[in-house]
């Protein structure tokens, strides 16, 4: 996405040229390109699937509906109801009906990827990477005197293509940074829609930005565009510039979904400084979201309910445990470098760290009650839905000659952490050791990603680009699981393991971008 800071303060901030009187200048950005996509595992195949499956007696009543998570449990007189097997698993009949007696289950299954390959333009609604930021916009300012300013822009989004129907021209338009603000000697302030600070300070850097290789939509990085944001940019001192912005809580999330319990004057806030002069850039960012911005209000108030299920005699089965709600601060820092166009040379570098993942918070859980030992938890496990800590970076090259500019790019970011927890007691003692060796990789992963460009400057408003990309994403990071182990004696650990393994997406694009 563009992220140029001239968007930020129209009449005095950034590198943006001063708007000296009140008429309203149109401008705008058309970019459009015609890609080629290659997309492997679109639609990740399941391996190791466990169907948790109904259990009925020889009369053909249910004696048991089964559950996420629960492989087998007994009942008190000793009988152990098997509910699910192994992936590849052939029964007949004969055996589905003869297995534990008068009990019978259903095999896992196997699913296979689904992979894609062919063209879309302007990237579409459905391929990989990032928009390409198409937009008009109409902005101004009014001399109030004593050298202050009114300033406002309302800038929209053109999406092409962003719906999955060819011929009913019902793409949407969407709201890019829109707002009304002052700016005087001081510096500027503004309020409505925006990029915040962390997006902007490294917006300079990316050689690739609204392209197929745009580094959001490659490496990940996590810009945000707030809906109601309060900003400030201070003055240019001497290169220096610092800006700040609060997100007011408004009972809106992250998620699509209101709760009620955000309503802070800045549930989320984003601060930045940057050196700018001559070829030499630099930034530091921060940014921070509350864990309100991550919860609907019934996920707020009810926290974590465990649900216990009983046998016929009243005895313990297993305890379920479903909890989305957040506990810490979403947390990002942000560095940028670059040497710009030093003559002809540009290099720049991006690195960004980030801490508690909304998604490591969301935790899964069973307890599974063994009644022929004690009655006690036999079999415990908690796994969080994804990983806690991510950490990303990115070198990007570039060399101008004439009209020319050729460019590269490679970058990585690695996921671990989360919160896992597996048996620690009865059977499950003896195979502790290498469940938890499992589990606890089981979110750590990478994905690399690499470009190469080249661009064609026929002016200063219009350009021709081509490029090709590549990411290759490790499935560890993106697994999910649909139960723990397979049979809890080490027999199938691997059972219920739904992973993304090994995405990779590849792709040719060549555009052409006009400003106005």
Same mark, same amino acid.
């Given at each position: 996405m563009n992220k140029k800071l001239l968007t930020l303060a129209v009449a005095a901030a950034m590198a943006a040229p001063a708007v000296a009187s009140a008429e309203a200048i149109l401008y705008g950005k058309l970019n459009v390109s015609l890609d080629y996509e290659k997309i492997d595992n679109v639609i990740p195949p399941v391996y190791n699937n466990s169907v948790v499956a109904p259990i009925y007696d020889s009369a053909g009543g249910l004696v048991f509906a089964g559950s996420p #998570?629960?492989?087998?449990?007994?009942?008190?007189?000793?009988?152990?109801?098997?509910?699910?097997?192994?992936? #590849?698993?052939?029964?007949?009949?004969?055996?589905?009906?003869?297995?534990?007696?008068?009990?019978?289950?259903?095999?896992?299954?196997?699913?296979?990827?689904?992979?894609?390959?062919?063209?879309?333009?302007?990237?579409?609604?459905?391929?990989? #990477?990032?928009?390409?930021?198409?937009?008009?916009?109409?902005?101004?300012?009014?001399?109030?005197?004593?050298?202050?300013?009114a300033i406002y822009q309302i800038e929209l989004g053109i999406n092409f293509d962003t719906n999955n129907a060819v011929a009913n021209n019902?793409?949407?338009?969407?709201?890019?940074?829109?707002?009304?603000?002052?700016?005087?000697?001081?510096?500027?302030?503004?309020?409505?829609?925006?990029?915040?600070?962390?997006?902007?300070?490294?917006?300079?850097?990316?050689?690739?930005?609204?392209t197929m290789a745009d580094y959001n939509g490659t490496i990940g990085f996590d810009d945000i565009r707030a809906d109601q944001a309060v900003a400030y940019v201070s003055p240019n001192w001497s290169g220096f510039q610092f800006m700040g912005a609060i997100i007011p809580g408004g009972a809106a999330t992250a998620i699509g979904d209101q709760n009620w319990n955000n309503d802070g004057i800045a549930s989320g806030y984003s601060l930045a400084a940057i050196y700018s002069n001559g070829p030499f850039y630099g930034s530091a960012a921060y940014e921070s979201l509350s864990t309100d911005m991550f919860m609907n209000t019934g996920t707020a108030l009810s926290g974590c309910y465990?649900?216990?299920?009983?046998?016929?005699?009243?005895?313990?089965?297993?305890?379920?445990?479903?909890?989305?709600?957040?506990?810490?601060?979403?947390?990002?820092?942000?560095? #940028?470098?670059?040497?710009?166009?030093w003559n002809g040379f540009t290099l720049t570098a991006i690195y960004e760290n980030e801490e508690n993942l909304p998604g490591s918070q969301t935790v899964t859980g069973m307890d599974y009650y063994d009644t022929l030992f004690t009655g006690a938890s036999d079999y415990s496990w908690r796994l969080s839905g994804g990983p806690d800590k991510r950490e990303l970076w990115q070198v990007q090259a570039g060399y101008s000659f004439g009209n020319w500019m050729l460019k590269g790019m490679y970058g990585q970011a690695s996921y671990s952490g989360g919160t896992t927890q597996i048996p620690t007691a009865g059977e499950s003692l003896a195979n502790s050791g290498y469940y938890q060796a499992l589990y606890n990789d089981f979110y750590n992963g990478t994905s690399d990603s690499w470009a190469i460009g080249v661009d064609y400057n026929f002016s200063k408003r219009t350009k021709a680009y081509a490029l090709y990309t590549s990411t290759t994403i490790d499935g560890s990071?993106?697994?999910?699981?649909?139960?723990?182990?397979?049979?809890?004696?080490?027999?199938?650990?691997?059972i219920g393991c739904n992973t993304n393994d090994n995405l990779l997406w590849d792709g040719f694009s060549i555009g052409l971008m006009h400003s106005f």
């Open positions: #998570g629960v492989d087998y449990f007994y009942y008190p007189d000793g009988t152990r109801a098997a509910l699910v097997v192994p992936t #590849g698993t052939v029964l007949t009949p004969d055996q589905a009906q003869a297995i534990q007696g008068t009990y019978r289950l259903v095999p896992g299954a196997s699913l296979p990827g689904t992979n894609f390959e062919g063209w879309g333009l302007a990237r579409g609604r459905n391929l990989q #990477g990032e928009g390409r930021a198409s937009r008009v916009g109409v902005k101004g300012s009014e001399d109030l005197g004593n050298g202050l300013k019902a793409d949407t338009i969407s709201y890019r940074n829109t707002f009304v603000g002052l700016a005087g000697d001081w510096g500027t302030l503004i309020l409505g829609r925006h990029d915040t600070p962390m997006k902007i300070s490294t917006g300079k850097l990316d050689l690739f930005a609204d465990p649900v216990t299920t009983f046998d016929a005699a009243g005895a313990p089965l297993y305890t379920a445990l479903s909890c989305g709600q957040q506990t810490s601060d979403y947390n990002k820092w942000r560095f #940028g470098l670059g040497l710009l166009d990071n993106n697994a999910s699981l649909t139960s723990p182990v397979g049979d809890i004696t080490g027999v199938d650990p691997g």
